[in-house]
């Protein structure tokens, strides 16, 4: 039995016409634990959607293991087979396709199946925790728990305010309301929750501020330098991401042969930079895309990690690779320079300074102490800031 009603969200940002069914959600018969749905746009076996994908997996985990009972639902191309098995949480991968091809990207992605699957799944949690970015998927999951009234969180990774243009704008129009009604939004840094303050300043809900989970290993370890050191890139080879800065620094290197330079991703438009580089330099590999099981094998047997990117919110592999003891090299625009810099885990260099990443790969790979102090740095970064129980605490404060 339904009943014709209208619903205004408790922010007055959505009015809608909807079908309100006089039958109680399975939430309201049972009450004994909180049940979460935790939703981003595409699962999907090479880690072509990055580091939101891998983070909604760990969360997760996490939060299976402290008691909540976990769905976790994405897209997942037709063809592909995202599922990881001896998960203590539950996993819907819907088939989804691009339906507006010239967008570029994930926003588009979509299918009528996830939409019924979405409202049935939103209809029987009490928490929807929601990787948000100006997208099709998180933006339908947002509204459908705004409509059926359950409590949402919104965690956009810095995917809203690291890129601003026209197309941003247009995309705004949807993204910003829906983003109003959220309970609690979750900022990766305080740096974060500034701009996305700026960028809604009509938000009156909760920020909550907390990095990504570090991935659990018994690998940590004060490094040196191995006879033939291998320099490596991790991420999707998209230009915000700035693979060429460290192309560059491989050309600059082909005398010197410092290092063997390693670069793994998916493509995200720049990949034709990169093979061209692996076909004219010996010292240069690219090993394609890489399952997200498989990053941490990778980083394992690599003496640096690089990360070039403009404006990165966080770094999951970046991050990984701290929590093993590798000396980072990043940009002095990546949100976690400044503590890179603060505990000496790397080195901090000029955007876009291929001069500088080579020169800062030379100090670390012919200074050994210099190497074993920044590696040492990263252990106890990771240890200070990132330690075992603090995701644990976040998301027991998170979904209560």
């Known amino acids: 039995m339904a009943t014709h009603a209208i619903y205004r969200s408790k922010h007055d940002s959505i009015k809608v016409k909807i079908w309100v069914s006089r039958e109680p959600d399975s939430t309201e018969t049972d009450a004994r634990v909180h049940r979460v749905l935790r939703v981003f746009t595409l699962a999907n076996s090479t880690g072509a959607y990055g580091g939101p994908a891998e983070t909604a997996a760990r969360q997760s985990r996490i939060a299976a293991d402290l008691g909540y009972r976990v769905q976790m639902l994405a897209g997942r191309l037709p063809c592909d087979a995202p599922y990881r098995r001896g998960q203590p949480y539950k996993q819907v991968f819907v088939p989804v396709k691009t339906l507006a091809p010239f967008s570029g990207g994930f926003s588009s992605m979509f299918s009528w199946a996830l939409a019924r699957q979405l409202w049935r799944s939103v209809g029987c949690v009490d928490i929807v925790h929601v990787s948000f970015a100006r997208e099709m998927i998180p933006a339908v999951a947002a509204f459908f728990s705004i409509v059926r009234r359950r409590r949402l969180i919104i965690q956009p990774h810095g995917m809203l305010t690291s890129r601003l243009g026209l197309k941003q704008f247009f995309a705004d129009i949807v993204a910003r309301p829906l983003y109003r009604c959220a309970d609690v939004v979750v900022a990766l840094t305080e740096h974060e929750k500034a701009d996305l303050a700026t960028w809604c300043p009509r938000y009156k809900g909760e920020y909550v501020v907390c990095g990504n989970p570090v991935p659990g290993h018994d690998r940590s370890r004060v490094r040196q330098p191995a006879k033939s050191p291998t320099a490596l890139f991790v991420a999707r080879l998209h230009p915000r991401k700035r693979v060429g800065t460290f192309v560059e620094a491989a050309w600059l290197d082909s005398e010197s042969k410092l290092a063997r330079f390693v670069v793994a991703g998916p493509d995200g438009g720049d990949l034709d930079i990169v093979t061209a580089a692996s076909r004219a330099l010996p010292n240069f590999d690219y090993v394609g895309a890489v399952a997200p099981e498989k990053v941490l094998d990778l980083l394992d047997s690599a003496d640096v990690f690089v990360l070039t990117s403009v404006k990165e919110p966080w770094g999951n592999v970046l991050v990984s690779a701290l929590s093993l003891g590798i000396p980072v090299i990043v940009n002095q625009s990546a949100a976690l320079a400044e503590t890179i810099q603060q505990f000496g885990a790397g080195v901090v260099v000029e955007d876009g300074n ?40 976040f998301l027991l404060r998170l979904y209560g």
């Open 354 to 393: 291929a001069h500088a990443v080579h020169a800062a790969l030379s100090e670390l790979l012919q200074d050994k102490v210099f190497y074993e102090a920044c590696s040492r740095g990263a252990l106890h970064l990771i240890q200070q800031r990132m330690g075992a129980g603090t995701q644990e605490a």
